[in-house]
């Protein structure tokens, strides 16, 4: 399984841009690289998933190095909600089979 | 609402005693996952299930862990003579085989289990 480090923590000021970084080095060619999010008291929320390109949906957007060793989770507007752990999880092509294995996240503070 | 549901939310025991916890899946989901996540870090993934067929056990799980899901709906997380270091927040997760969501996993609020 790939190894990812991430910030231990993070501030963002609200309705400014946060960049989440992500190294995953030693991803393999067929890992989808996931990123899930914690709000405090909740379980976890997917956020969003690539494999190559970059990926935007509602929530975020997902830039992919070319040589896929390091991602970076885009939030454009951070709110008082987006104040979570954010985690960066590669997983296996077509791995909705298997578990997620979470490493020890970013933890973002969203100031007012 | 028609997210994963988990019962208890919260569940004080004594050392020693057997505690057993339920997860309810999003419905029509096959795929079903329990973790377990003490204070400070991520998730630690325990068993999953594909329908009734418990496929995948971690070295996490204990001869005193115990899972099921008889009918490939509902499961339970069953622990034995608990020990404190068992305290923990116990989270399942459940996702489709197939369609748009299939690569998500979604999870429930967790049971925390505090043993004294």
């Known amino acids: 399984d790939a190894k990812t480090t991430q910030p231990n923590s993070m501030e963002s000021n609200e309705e400014e841009p946060v960049h989440l970084p992500c190294n995953h080095s030693?991803?393999?060619?067929?890992?989808?690289i996931h990123w899930y999010r914690q709000l405090p008291s909740q379980g976890p929320e997917y956020v969003i998933h690539?494999?190559?390109s970059n990926v935007n949906n509602r929530m975020a957007s997902l830039a992919i190095a070319e040589d896929r060793k390091s991602s970076t989770l885009i939030l454009h507007r951070a709110t008082l909600r987006d104040a979570a752990v954010y985690y960066c999880i590669p997983r296996r092509y077509g791995g909705s089979q298997g578990n997620l294995i979470f490493g020890k996240g970013t933890k973002l503070s969203v100031k007012p | 609402d028609t997210g994963v549901s988990q019962d208890p939310r919260h569940k004080i025991t004594k050392r020693g005693q057997n505690v057993t916890f339920r997860c309810d899946p999003i419905?029509?989901?096959?795929?079903l996952y329990w973790y377990r996540q003490t204070l400070g870090q991520g998730p630690e993934f325990l068993t999953y299930f594909q329908n009734e067929a418990q496929l995948e056990k971690s070295r996490l799980l204990s001869d005193r862990f115990s899972a099921e899901r008889p009918k490939g709906s509902f499961s339970t997380l069953e622990i034995q003579r608990t020990e404190q270091g068992d305290s923990a927040m116990y989270l399942c997760?459940?996702?489709?085989?197939?369609?748009?969501?299939?690569?998500?996993?979604?999870f429930g609020p967790g049971t925390r289990l505090t043993v004294l």
């Open positions: 690539g494999l190559t």
């Open positions: 997760a459940s996702s489709p085989i197939a369609g748009p969501t299939y690569n998500e996993q979604f």
């Open positions: 030693t991803i393999s060619g067929t890992d989808y």
């Open positions: 419905s029509e989901h096959n795929r």
